[in-house]
């Protein structure tokens, strides 16, 4: 009795299976059909080959949500070059209300050179470069926070200035026909400082080209979480628009000349995060791709093996075309011969 059971069971599991196997004396290989699954293999192949490289590769998913955070304080980190000597410059930072919150007395003020060497001139040139590719791609942007912690921004360290929102001002203390605002912006970010991570500003160079002259930087700064395989942190993105003009009060150009960095927080917070595609996702799409490409070549091979063989048997039926007969009493005849069983002898 457990013999029928079992008999009867694998009979069932018989017929339910989906791949049928066709005998061999059924199948016929052919020159083209070879071809086919030749060209079919190095298809799936290089398919394999690039769906693995994005399988390692990584990309940056941006969320936003509003930024609840109103008690935690915002860090200013600033390295500029200006034209001048250091005695001669002051800065300070004020909030909306004109109120000043910081002043010259905590930043830490270096004599250089303003003119840059052949080798820092390559740098800034590079750091351009870069600079306009950001402005283009914004993929770029993903390699750069993919990246950060490997390479220092800027070789000075920058100030760190904890204050909320405002702007910062850079003005001259001599007589006006002293003033050179030529500055050169090497770092300005905000919040946490991560190596690596280059801010819109970075190697921003401004020539002066007159003596009251305003500079004018409208900055929009945007909490970010920063959340990668190599680090976390939360740090501040920032947009800006420049603008510049010549203080000339008789013709109606009012002002102060100096430099001016004029900020304010976006009530959106950025949280970018670094994704890997799951391994159960790869052999999805690897045999999606194995399965596409054989299903797709044996029709495109059917199709192409229907054709041709429709053009030869066009081709043979017009070889086998009767010849006329000339008959003695002048008749043509267009007819085959009837072949009966004596004139097979």
Known sequence: MRRLNRKKTLNLVKELDAFPKVPESYVESSTSGGTVSLIAFTIMALLTILEFMVYRDTWMKYEYEVDKDFTSKLRINIDITVAMKCQYVGADVLDLAETMVASADGLVYEPVVFDLTPL??????????????LQEEHSLQDVIFKSAFKSASTALPPRAIPHPRGHAHLAALVSHE?????????????????????NPLDGTEKIASDHNQMFQYFITVVPTKLYTYKISAETHQFSVTERERVINHAAGSHGVSGIFMKYDISSLMVTVTEEHMPFWQFLVRLCGIIGGIFSTTGILHGIGRFIVEIICCRFKLGSHKSTPVQLPDGHINNHLPLITDNSMH
């Open 120 to 133: 820092q001139r390559e740098w800034q040139r590079m750091l351009q470069l870069i600079q306009n590719r």
């Open 178 to 198: 002293s003033y050179n605002f030529s500055h050169r912006i090497d770092h300005l970010s905000f919040g946490e400082l991560i190596p690596g991570i280059i």
